[in-house]
């Protein structure tokens, strides 16, 4: 059926005869009288791809009857980018900065999980520096703690609640000061590479990190006096968005959704990678299953979040400086990467020793930045715990020069199939607190 204008127009449809309404606008209570008038209570409306409260281009079918909603069905593909396919026709190396687009919120959880695999499928995962595996650890955490930061925010938002949004907004600029000191971009930032990463952290950035945490926990004291005692809050979100464990069980739901369900799975903990058992952190849970939890536990897994943070600090310092990539020059890319005086390039030392020493260095740079390193033919399946559930990569190598397949199980994608059972039966304004409580972010959803 389509849409009333707030004046009533009536269209019949030819293929079902049933009177259908196209609105664009006005008063809906008109709309409501007129429908109501030639007994007509099934009404379609359009909650989308273009709306404040869709996390992005989604579109919400909504089947109402006055404000209950009785069917919900998600639209996507209104972002879709072609990254997967795109992969196969770049280089291993490449492929990072493609995989860091496709969840744009928390970019390195997508960069860990492909370099990860890749070192699997090269045999080369013992071989990674442990100065580089905590550096990954440190900005996946504080990744997290960003990506969580954004969905308390936006959420509050779209309640209404815009200073729960400014200041969760002002949290997170703490992270991206962090990462745009340590990888020189705020987003996307290809710093991950198969074998390490791109180069290590900068002077002084230690220090930087602790008195950022020290602000964030302040910005984080803020949000639990602007929300946790809101009554207001509560109303909304408690016993809303309601999915229990048999729920999230049968649809594959992971991350926060499933864990304010009662479920304790963390891939931290389920399938450590990057040393994570190594690191002292607890799983937060909880068991009302409804948007409310969801909200505790997310502000919960930051506190847990900025102490992995800490102890990686600790490491890092412990440790001193040392490589941060391994050792092959075949698969090391790009080699001895150091900033020269015009902010770019690589060290001096090595540009004299390929364009004025060795003709054999010259050539080996030359296929390695253009060709690439080969990878032997296979395929591998890595998980990691992003913010929003359990992302995994299927990575398939013919033994070139590129990857033959890159496929991405992501979270928001399968989350999304709870939108309809989360909404139905509830009213109109309760989907807006339902899809925020899922988190979707669409750049992965559409990949």
């Not at 109402?64 to 593909?77: K, N, P, S, W, Y």
């Not at 907004?169 to 000061?177: G, K, P, Y």
Request: net charge negative.
């Amino acid at each position: 059926m389509s849409t009333p204008h707030a004046t009533a127009h009536l269209v019949d449809d030819e293929t079902t005869g049933v009177p259908t309404f196209e609105a664009s606008g006005g008063d809906w209570s008109d709309i409501a009288e007129e429908a109501a008038r030639l007994g007509e209570e099934r009404i379609v409306v359009n909650m989308g791809p273009q709306h404040p409260s869709t996390h992005g281009v989604l579109r919400l079918m909504l089947e109402i009857d006055g404000e209950t909603v009785t069917e919900a069905r998600a639209g996507i593909g209104y972002l879709h980018t072609g990254i997967e396919k795109n992969m196969e026709f770049r280089t291993w190396t490449q492929g990072v900065t493609f995989c860091t687009r496709m969840d744009y919120v928390a970019p390195l959880f997508q960069e860990a999980a492909y370099c990860l695999g890749v070192e699997k499928l090269l045999g080369i995962t013992d071989d990674v520096p442990e100065r580089a595996t905590v550096i990954r650890v440190l900005l996946m955490e504080l990744n997290r703690i960003a990506s969580h930061l954004v969905c308390l925010a936006t959420g509050g938002n779209e309640l209404g609640a815009t200073t729960i949004m400014t200041v969760g907004f002002t949290a997170r600029e703490e992270v991206l000061r962090i990462f745009e000191l340590i990888t020189g971009l705020r987003m996307n930032h290809a710093f991950i590479r198969p074998g390490g990463v791109a180069q290590d952290i900068p002077p002084g950035a230690i220090d930087t990190i602790r008195e950022a945490l020290t602000s964030m926990r302040h910005y984080f004291k803020q949000l639990e006096d602007l929300m946790l005692a809101n009554p207001i809050l509560q109303l909304r979100l408690k016993e809303v968005g309601y999915l229990g464990l048999s729920g999230c069980m049968a649809l594959g739901i992971t991350g926060p959704v499933l864990r304010s369900a009662g479920l304790p799975y963390d891939v931290r903990k389920a399938a450590p990678y990057c040393g994570y058992e190594t690191y002292d952190f607890d799983v937060p849970v909880a068991t009302e299953a409804d948007s409310w939890a969801r909200v505790i536990l997310r502000m919960e897994e930051c506190y847990q979040s900025m102490n992995i943070v800490e102890q990686t600090l600790d490491r890092l310092q412990k440790m001193g400086p040392g490589p941060v990539m391994v050792g092959d020059k075949k698969i090391a890319w790009p080699a001895q990467l150091a900033i020269g005086s015009d902010g770019m390039g690589n060290s001096l030392d090595h540009i004299k020793e390929i364009m004025g020493t060795s003709m054999e260095a010259l050539i080996h740079h030359f296929k390695l930045v253009t060709e690439g390193f080969r990878v032997p033919a296979g395929q591998v399946f890595q998980t990691v715990e992003h913010p929003r559930g359990e992302l995994g990569v299927h990575l398939v190598s013919d033994g070139g020069t590129r990857p033959y397949r890159a496929h991405f199980r992501d979270p928001s994608f399968n989350n999304l199939q709870a939108v309809s059972i989360m909404c139905e039966g509830g009213q109109v304004a309760d989907v807006v607190v339902a899809v925020a409580s899922l988190d979707p972010v669409l750049g992965g959803v559409d990949r």
